[in-house]
C-alpha cells in the first residue's frame, strides 16, 4: 500500500511516460493518457497532470478550464476534474485516493484563482463514485446524460491556506 504523502503530482512533462493500456471495462469511464495528451497538449486551457507516486509515474489526469466546465458548474473559478486514470500496474494501492488527496495543494500552488473542482462521474462507475466521495468530492444533485449513461457531477471546494 502507498501512502497518502508518497502521491504527488505535477505538471505534464514529455520527457514523463504516462502510456499505459486500460482494460476495457475502465475504457468505458475514461480516455487513455497518451490519446488526452495528443489532443489537448497545445490548448492552454486543457492542464495536464502526472500523478506520481514514489517518484514513479503511475497515473494521470487532466485539469480543465474550458467552455465544457460550465455544464459542470455555474462557479467562474471551477476547474473540470477529466481523464483520470491510474496505471493497471498501480492499481489497488491507493494511489487515486491519494493523488486526489494531493490535489487540494497543488490547485493552491499552480492554479491560485480557483476555489473548486467539479467531475462527472458515470451513475454506474461505483468504485469511482466512493473514491470521490472518500476523498472529499460531494454530489451536487446535478446529473445529464453522456452516450456512457447518466452523469453525476460532483464538487470539491478548494479552501485558500490562511497565513497565521
Known sequence: MIKKKE???SLYNPKI???YELPTEQLEFSGMPQDIIK???ENPLKHLVIIHARDEAAGFLELDES???????NNPDALLLRGFSVNPKFQGRGIATGSIYALQDFIRIEFPD???VVLG???RNKPAKRLFE???FEDTGRRFMRTSGEQIVMSMRIEKQHKA
Do not use: H, T
Not at 467552455?67 to 458548474?73: P, T
Open 7 to 9: 502521491v504527488s503530482l
Open 67 to 73: 467552455e465544457d466546465r460550465k455544464k459542470y458548474s
Open 134 to 136: 472518500k476523498a472529499g
Open 17 to 19: 511516460s504516462v502510456e
Open 121 to 123: 462521474v458515470n451513475a
Open 39 to 41: 489532443r489537448d497538449v
Open 114 to 116: 480557483f476555489n473548486e
